[in-house]
């Protein structure tokens, strides 16, 4: 081998070192997400190929009769929430969504993850779930370093323009809660997700068949209706308001993009990623859950996989999705 040679040889095993060392300092020790039903995994056991019994069907409407809105929310978390498939920090071993949870303790199996997602909350409730983050970080003594955040679903939910979160309002919510993880520990990686393409999705799979009963197929245009009740964005024929829904869905995307370049400006030590919109489920009928609003274990999975080679350590996983393998 010549001097040449030799040289490089050397220099390609110091950058494999080099890398190396860099990655492992890189990896979290402990993680945590913020949000609402979508992180939490709301009825991701379910999709509308995997339907539940009838029996479980009986039983949450048994649950929910009589309950005050909060009480009912409580009750389906409790029943249908499935936290172990969440895209974030889903710890199920068995299943297909390999989180980032899963991800992450690949590389440090002492990894530490909490998720402090509500089903049901709006960006207002984000200072309360920080209440708790930061809570159990003097509990534990913990740091999170790596924090993932995704809300904003139940603010465009409304029945009427006026209930829906003004774009200002629904961003300072955002900045009121990473400026408060930040200010007691700058050092962290923060990614923030923003809404999915919720308008399309919905569009495209209004027609799909959830149920056939007495001879009648129950599609998802009308399952949402009837579960959620009369939310302005599942009534496209309304043009006007229905719009106004698309409209704010962009605002809160563009907000998001210029509210993270600017604190990223403000803390130097933090490490900012920002996911504006990603691309719409493989296959409709697998990613959606039986209520055709939220995803499914697959629609997680697929979540997962976005989110991931999107974010901080796209490297360093040899897991893919099996929706884009051959």
């Excluded at 029945?159 to 774009?167: F, L, N, R, V, W």
């Excluded at 962290?188 to 393409?197: A, T």
């Excluded at 829904?245 to 563009?254: D, F, G, L, N, S």
């Excluded at 609003?293 to 360093?316: D, K, M, V, Y």
């Amino acid at each position: 081998m010549n001097f040449k040679r030799g040289f490089f040889v050397f220099l390609s095993f110091l950058s494999i070192f080099s890398i190396d060392k860099i990655r492992a300092h890189e990896i979290p020790k402990a993680m945590a997400v913020l949000g609402d039903s979508m992180s939490e995994g709301m009825l991701a056991g379910y999709s509308l190929e995997k339907k539940p019994s009838l029996a479980t069907i009986a039983k949450v409407a048994w649950l929910t009769s009589g309950h005050d809105k909060d009480e009912r929310i409580e009750v389906y978390r409790k029943t249908l929430a499935r936290a172990d498939l969440s895209w974030a920090t889903g710890d199920s071993s068995t299943g297909i969504v390999q989180s980032h949870y899963l991800r992450v303790k690949a590389h440090n199996p002492d990894i530490k993850a909490a998720n402090f997602a509500i089903s049901g909350n709006e960006s207002e409730d984000l200072q309360a779930q920080v209440d708790r983050f930061l809570a159990a970080e003097d509990e534990s003594d913990t740091i999170f370093d790596y924090v993932m955040l995704m809300i904003g679903a139940n603010d465009l939910a409304s029945s009427d323009s006026e209930g829906i979160t003004p774009a200002l309002k629904y961003l300072g919510n955002i900045e009121a809660g990473i400026r408060r993880v930040l200010d007691k520990d700058p050092h962290r990686r923060l990614l923030v997700v923003g809404l999915p393409d919720v308008h399309t999705v919905f569009e495209e799979s209004a027609n799909l068949v959830v149920y056939r009963m007495w001879g009648k197929d129950i599609k998802c245009e009308s399952m949402r209706r009837d579960v959620y009740g009369n939310k302005t964005i599942f009534y496209p024929e309304n043009k006007e308001a229905y719009e106004f829904t698309r409209a704010i869905v962009a605002q809160y995307r563009e907000g998001l993009a210029n509210l993270i370049e600017r604190l990223q400006g403000e803390y130097l030590d933090a490490e900012f990623k920002f996911i504006r919109e990603y691309r719409k489920p493989t296959n409709m009928r697998k990613a959606l859950s039986i209520d055709c609003f939220h995803p499914s274990e697959w629609g997680q999975a697929e979540l997962a996989e976005i989110t991931w080679e999107r974010g901080f350590w796209p490297n360093i996983s040899d897991v893919q999705f099996l929706a884009w393998t051959d």
